[in-house]
Nanobody
Framework: QVQLVESGGGLVQPGGSLRLSCAAS????????MRWYRQAPGKERLLVAH???????YYVDSVKGRSTISRDNAKNMVYLQMNSLRPEDTAVYYC?????????WGQGTQVSVSS
């Protein structure tokens, strides 16, 4: 049974930091590209960052320089460290695993940035 379980969200003030975690199970984690998406209220779900099985990473411009995606293949974990958070980063953040013919999603974790 495939599971992706996100954690680490919460309420943070502008300029603060959060580290999101995603625990994966039920598939060959090390073979999958892992992605973080986010969905703000009333908006579509958008890619934030991804990391390949080999550790290459990509970030959308809005988070580049403020976020770091990482993975631990031994622990089946993927992380998103977010710094200098802004109100516009407020969204539900989802973990995604993409592989040949497979696409798995977590339930999401809420990140709220507000003073």
């Amino acid at each position: 049974q495939v599971q992706l379980v996100e954690s680490g969200g919460g309420l943070v003030q502008p300029g603060g930091s959060l580290r999101l975690s995603c625990a994966a199970s039920g598939f060959t984690f090390s073979s999958y590209v892992m992605r973080w998406y986010r969905q703000a209220p009333g908006k579509e779900r958008l890619l934030v960052a991804h990391i390949t099985s080999g550790g290459s990473s990509y970030y959308v411009d809005s988070v580049k320089g403020r976020s770091t995606i990482s993975r631990d293949n031994a622990k089946n974990m993927v992380y998103l460290q977010m710094n200098s958070l802004r109100p516009e980063d407020t969204a539900v953040y989802y973990c995604n695993a993409g592989g040949p013919g497979n696409d798995y999603w977590g339930q999401g974790t809420q990140v709220s940035v507000s003073s």
